[in-house]
Structures are given as C-alpha cells and as structure tokens.
C-alpha cells in the first residue's frame, strides 16, 4: 500500500475545502487500489467536509491535525482523541511546527498517540533527527504498540523550502527509524513533496508514502500527485 497523506495545516476555510472536494473527485473516480489518500484537515472543516464526502462516491479517508494530550477535563479549547473518534480515521501527531510554535514534547506526542490508539483513530508520527530516537523510546516507555501507528520522517529543513531531502538519505533515515521501530509500520517521506518528485521517494525501499504540504492545497497539483502514484 502507498499512502498520499495531505496536510493543509492552517489552510482552507470551510467553504474553501468543499471546493477542494469538488474539484479533487474528478481525480479520485478511479483510483489505484494501492493507493490510500489521507487528508488532514483543520478541525473546523471536518464535519462538513464528511458529510459531502458520504455523498460523493470517492475513496478518502480523513484525519486530523493534532490532538489533546489529555483526556476530557478542564482544558480550555483542546480537541480530545475521543471527540475525534466520531469524524477521523487518521491524526497527524509531533509535526515540527507544533514542537516549535506550541512547545509539544516528545513526551506530548506519546500521550496523544497512546490517546488516539485508544479510540481506534491511527497516529502519523512526524519524526526528525534532533528528537527522532528520544521520540520512538518515549513511544516505548508508554507501553504504545508501534505496529498501528503510521511514521513520517520530515526534515525540518526540507519543509516548505522547496528542497526537498534527497530520496537517497531520506531513504537511509527511514531505514533507521524502521530498525529502531522494529515493526512493519509504514514510514513516509515529507517535506517539499511535489508531482515532480514524489515517484522518486516512492521508489526506495521502505519508503510507503508521502507526506504533503504545500502541494496539497491546489487541487490541480494534487490531482497530479494522485495520478504519479
Ligand atoms: P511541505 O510540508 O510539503 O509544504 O514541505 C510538509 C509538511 O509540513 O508536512
């Protein structure tokens, strides 16, 4: 299975990603067996964006962008894992700009995981080098089976730069994280992903997707990554 995973991070109004939906079905009408497309959305869009979803006949599933590291409680404007459980399948947890801008720790990550593992919803891990092994042994001390979560190895550099990790050593990365996770996870590539290089870090071995940012925002761009994988 090779998975195209979209993150429109603080993108796209609600009217703004029903268009989205509406331009993207033409690319989805035949899709490849062996391709999963994930789309992880701002909170707001979610419900809606399901709602015409189960109209249409495409093949997409959901996520989201982030969760609550805690339970349900006294946490002002946080989204649990349980909330979600209703609306996703799928939550992106650990991007470098929620360590960065939100202060989220490793530590942070392994809650969430562990919360969303509970409500059946699976965890993109994004991981990078600085915190790539602390990340994967606080997954281990929290008792996390690491086999249904999905792993995303992304560069902080190569994130919305343009210059994208050569497939090679991101190659070679996720080599590395496979041997620490000792599991058959899927590991995936993210980090100025386009039409134009996406085959090329498909190609490599233990390489079982992309993550996507920019490229994800343009229909007509994805609609491209969509029919090169
Ligand atoms: P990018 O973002 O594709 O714009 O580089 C990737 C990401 O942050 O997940």
């Known amino acids: 299975m090779t998975y195209l995973i979209a993150n429109w991070k603080s993108h796209h ?26 789309i992880c959305l701002p909170f707001t869009d979610i419900p809606e964006f399901n709602r015409h979803l189960n109209f249409s006949k495409i093949s997409l599933f959901v996520g989201a962008q982030t969760v609550s590291s805690h339970p349900a409680g006294k946490h002002t404007g946080d989204i649990t894992a349980e909330m979600l459980s209703e609306l996703v399948t799928y939550c992106l947890v650990g991007h470098s700009e929620r ?8 530590q942070d990550v392994a809650k969430q995981t562990s919360s969303l593992l509970k409500y059946n919803i699976t965890p993109i891990i994004c991981l990078d ?41 991101a190659g070679k990365v996720i080599g590395k994280i496979a041997l620490l996770t000792n599991e058959d ?26 993550l996507v940012g920019t490229s994800s925002l343009d229909p007509t761009i994805f609609g491209k990554l969509i029919k090169n994988l």
């Open 13 to 38: 109004t609600n009217t703004q990603s029903l268009a989205w939906l509406n331009e993207i079905e033409k690319h989805l009408k035949n899709p490849s067996p062996n391709l999963k497309v994930v």
């Open 129 to 169: 080098d600085p915190y790539l092994e602390e990340q994967i042994k606080k997954l281990y001390e929290a008792n996390i089976n690491l086999s249904g979560c999905i792993f995303a190895y992304e560069p902080v550099s190569a994130i919305g730069s343009g210059k994208p990790e050569s497939p090679e050593i």
């Open 99 to 106: 360590r960065s801008s939100f202060n989220e720790t490793s």
């Open 185 to 210: 996870s899927p590991i995936l590539y993210g980090g100025s992903v386009s039409p134009e290089n996406a085959l090329s870090f498909i190609k490599i071995p233990k390489i079982s997707g992309v």
